[in-house]
């Protein structure tokens, strides 16, 4: 299947960007306390809740939770859900360790307070009120392909996956997971961009104010990482944030020049190998044709920026 300008992609970890806004929606509201602790909200997760993790640490990856937990061996969802109900951290907490299952905390903090899933939450909060109609979590059968999984070389025997999630945990949750699960197209993610770098609005559409933008990015940043030299290139130092992908994703949003980037590839198809995951950093500044930035309409149809 030929790919195009339309063609859905795998985001991978750049999830976890969506389930970072989604809380930091509850925060604006009032219903969840960003140094909160987990357990005032989950006490049955017994392990976070003695530990005393805050969702502040969830969101800046400073809860001390080893990056992640073979999810995809347990048996069914009861059993799956125990591993990280009695999942203690191993670090020190307030010591950076990048980790998936603080946002799969995040995920059941947000479903419990709100009473809906995440997949519902991300649509009902931002995606449909941006118009970003190509985004979703699986199944998304006109997707790019990503890896063809099969053991040894992989966790699970799944064969080549197209328009599943292709992380593993996510894939045994059932798809929709606060760190990887939704697929997405660049013109969708540009309209993300451009509605951060606006303070939150995009047309007639808000989805967060003001403050809660700036809560969001400013360091140590909430789910996004910042001014990270190894992806950001020259961008990084001037307050620049973003987050990268498994699968070959990346968007970085330079707030200082009102700029964006946005890459959507799949750099595990065929299968992973050294080396295809590395490093995508900038080594110029980039620069975005206006005719595939996608139109503001509170701009009265002038494109809306870089994209």
Same mark, same amino acid.
Not at 46 to 55: C, E, K, M, S
Not at 72 to 84: F, P, S
Not at 200 to 223: E, H, M, S
């Given at each position: 299947?030929?790919?195009?300008?339309?063609?859905?992609?795998?985001?991978?970890?750049?999830?976890?960007?969506?389930?970072?806004?989604?809380?930091?929606?509850?925060?604006?509201?009032?219903?969840?306390?960003?140094?909160?602790?987990?357990?005032?909200?989950?006490?049955?997760?017994?392990?976070?809740?003695?530990?005393?993790?805050?969702?502040?640490?969830?969101?800046?990856?400073?809860?001390?939770?080893?990056?992640?937990?073979?999810?995809?061996?347990?048996?069914?969802?009861?059993?799956?859900?125990?591993?990280?109900?009695?999942?203690?951290?191993?670090?020190?907490?307030?010591?950076?360790?990048?980790?998936?299952?603080?946002?799969? $905390?995040?995920?059941?903090?947000?479903?419990?307070? &709100? /009473?809906?899933?995440?997949?519902? *939450? +991300?649509? !009902?909060?931002? %995606?449909?009120?941006?118009?970003?109609?190509?985004?979703?979590?699986?199944?998304?059968?006109?997707?790019?392909?990503?890896?063809?999984?099969?053991?040894?070389?992989?966790?699970?025997?799944?064969?080549?996956?197209?328009?599943?999630?292709?992380?593993?945990?996510?894939?045994?949750?059932?798809?929709?997971?606060?760190?990887?699960?939704?697929?997405?197209?660049?013109?969708?993610?540009?309209?993300?961009?451009?509605?951060?770098?606006?303070?939150?609005?995009?047309?007639?559409?808000?989805?967060?104010?003001?403050?809660?933008?700036?809560?969001?990015?400013?360091?140590?940043?909430?789910?996004?990482?910042?001014?990270?030299?190894?992806?950001?290139?020259? $961008?990084?130092?001037?307050?620049?944030?973003?987050? &990268? /992908?498994?699968?070959?994703?990346? *968007? +970085?949003? !330079?707030?200082? %020049?009102?700029?964006?980037?946005?890459?959507?590839?799949?750099?595990?198809?065929?299968?992973?190998?050294?080396?295809?995951?590395?490093?995508?950093?900038?080594?110029?500044?980039?620069?975005?044709?206006?005719?595939?930035?996608?139109?503001?309409?509170?701009?009265?149809?002038?494109?809306?920026?870089?994209?």
């Amino acid at each position: 299947m030929p790919v195009t300008v339309g063609t859905p992609f795998d985001l991978a970890s750049l999830t976890k960007l969506f389930t970072s806004v989604a809380a930091v929606q509850q925060i604006e509201r009032g219903t969840l306390g960003i140094d909160a602790e987990v357990g005032a909200y989950l006490p049955d997760f017994h392990a976070a809740a003695r530990h005393r993790v805050t969702v502040r640490q969830l969101l800046t990856h400073t809860s001390g939770l080893r990056p992640e937990l073979p999810l995809y061996d347990g048996a069914d969802a009861a059993e799956r859900l125990e591993m990280l109900r009695a999942e203690a951290p191993v670090g020190v907490p307030g010591t950076y360790c990048y980790s998936d299952l603080n946002m799969l $905390l995040l995920q059941q903090v947000l479903e419990r307070i &709100t /009473g809906r899933s995440l997949d519902v *939450l +991300v649509r !009902d909060g931002i %995606t449909r009120p941006l118009g970003m109609t190509a985004t979703r979590f699986g199944p998304c059968p006109e997707a790019a392909a990503t890896e063809d999984q099969r053991r040894p070389w992989t966790k699970a025997d799944r064969g080549m996956l197209r328009g599943v999630v292709h992380d593993e945990n996510a894939w045994a949750l059932g798809g929709v997971a606060g760190h990887a699960g939704l697929f997405s197209t660049a013109r969708d993610l540009a309209v993300f961009c451009r509605a951060l770098l606006a303070g939150g609005a995009y047309g007639p559409a808000r989805i967060l104010g003001p403050d809660f933008v700036d809560l969001l990015l400013t360091p140590p940043g909430l789910g996004f990482a910042l001014d990270q030299p190894w992806f950001m290139g020259k $961008l990084a130092g001037r307050g620049a944030a973003g987050h &990268t /992908g498994f699968t070959g994703t990346m *968007l +970085v949003l !330079d707030r200082a %020049t009102d700029t964006f980037l946005v890459l959507l590839a799949n750099a595990v198809h065929p299968a992973a190998r050294p080396g295809r995951t590395a490093a995508r950093a900038p080594r110029w500044r980039p620069t975005w044709p206006t005719r595939s930035a996608p139109a503001d309409p509170a701009a009265g149809g002038r494109p809306a920026g870089p994209g």
